[in-house]
């Protein structure tokens, strides 16, 4: 099929499909916990000390550490979320095969999930994504299977193509599709935002994202428009990727985006625009640069899209005026390990000549010509 069922948002009050599973500040937290699954979430937001500064931004940055999860990413808590979702809603029984098309994160939460409650799990995952990830995935216990980098996610041998023709060959295979499972931008509002909210004390101005299915950042920006509609929702995209709005923002020649796990050529029904208020378009030259500064001048062990999603965090921060007394909440997505033979390492980066920008530390990051949005100010 070419089309992806709708996701449709419940509000609270008539949400009676999901498990309302807002996070209980009161409740003890365990001294041992009963396996991995449980140490998913409540990851700490940690103040960038350099990086900011460098720039001459006055506000304060703080990172929301989601690549501390026990599978390495953000992705862990909404694969366990609609894992959850799906055995309560009794569409996953034991011994079901789970079939998912992933960037690899989702994939690496789906892949330690099923290991643990003992299903069968296939993840399609397109050429360019990493091999370590492939490697998680298969130490898990995973079958991995790869889409050529050429095909259209929608075609024959593209992504949703592969699960589908997988899922017809499977009997008692179930795709909970991440791009349009409703419990994928839920497991933000009901989590990631509530503890961002709770660890700020309610002093937010600003949450920067990337969107790859979209759930984290309409999870965010849903729950924030609610409790903070004076929070800015900023997203950065790739050049490349479609997502950006206006549309006229995403127009490029570039066809090609090494960070992983961000925008693709359609919109997922995961993504809501509307809750987003500003868009950075970001390049490669300018988020692999930063993601090694982030590691060097933070000691942060991060991945490649938490580069691009900084960077398009101090721009907005910049062109919104941002100053002292503001406060800016960045997601950082995944971890190091992801990338060990990419970005990390300093020849991958000298092959595509951005080596000596991690040597001076140094990328001018501003000088890419994006195009300036007129923008409210901040009070
Ligand atoms: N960064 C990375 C590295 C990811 O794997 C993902 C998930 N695809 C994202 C960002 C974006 O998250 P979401 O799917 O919730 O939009």
Request: proline letters at 5%; hydrophobic letters at 35%.
């Amino acid at each position: 099929p070419n089309k992806i069922s709708q996701c449709t948002w419940k509000k609270d009050a008539d949400r009676s499909t999901t498990v309302h599973s807002v996070v209980d500040w009161n409740a003890p937290r365990p001294k041992i916990l009963p396996d991995s699954l449980a140490a998913v979430g409540h990851t700490p937001l940690i103040r960038l000390n350099r990086i900011p500064q460098s720039l001459g931004l006055e506000c304060e940055v703080v990172v929301k550490c989601e690549f501390l999860n026990p599978g390495g990413s953000v992705k862990d808590r909404m694969a366990l979320r609609i894992l959850d979702d799906a055995e309560k809603a009794g569409v996953l029984k034991p011994g079901y095969t789970v079939i998912e098309p992933s960037s690899g994160n989702t994939g690496i939460g789906l892949a330690m999930a099923c290991a643990i409650r003992g299903y069968r799990c296939i993840i399609v995952i397109a050429e360019k994504i990493s091999y370590e990830k492939e490697y998680v995935m298969r130490a898990l216990g995973t079958e991995v299977v790869r889409t050529p980098g050429t095909a259209n996610s929608f075609s024959r041998d593209g992504m949703f193509g592969t699960v589908h023709r997988l899922k017809n060959e499977i009997p008692n295979s179930v795709i909970l599709d991440q791009f349009s499972n409703p419990s994928n931008p839920l497991t933000h509002y009901d989590t990631t935002a509530e503890e961002i909210y709770h660890q700020c004390d309610g002093k937010v101005d600003m949450i920067v994202m990337g969107a790859g299915t979209g759930g984290s950042i309409t999870g965010l920006g849903r729950k924030f428009k609610e409790i903070s509609p004076q929070t800015k929702i900023v997203c950065s995209d790739p050049y490349g990727s479609v997502y950006g709005y206006p549309d006229s923002i995403n127009k490029t020649d570039v066809t090609f985006w090494e960070i992983e796990g961000m925008g693709y050529e359609f919109l997922p029904t995961c993504l809501d625009r509307e809750v987003i208020d500003h868009w950075e378009k970001v390049l490669d030259k300018d988020s692999l640069p930063m993601a090694r500064r982030l590691i060097k001048e933070e000691g942060l062990l991060i991945g490649a899209s938490c580069g691009a999603i900084l960077v398009g965090a101090l721009r907005a921060a910049q062109k919104m005026n941002l100053g002292k007394g503001h406060r800016v909440v960045v997601i950082l997505p995944d971890s190091i390990r992801n990338y060990l033979t990419k970005f990390v390492c300093d020849q991958w980066m000298e092959q595509r000549g951005l080596q000596e920008a991690v040597n001076t530390g140094n990328h001018k990051w501003w000088d890419t010509n994006v195009l300036k949005l007129q923008l409210p100010q901040l009070q």
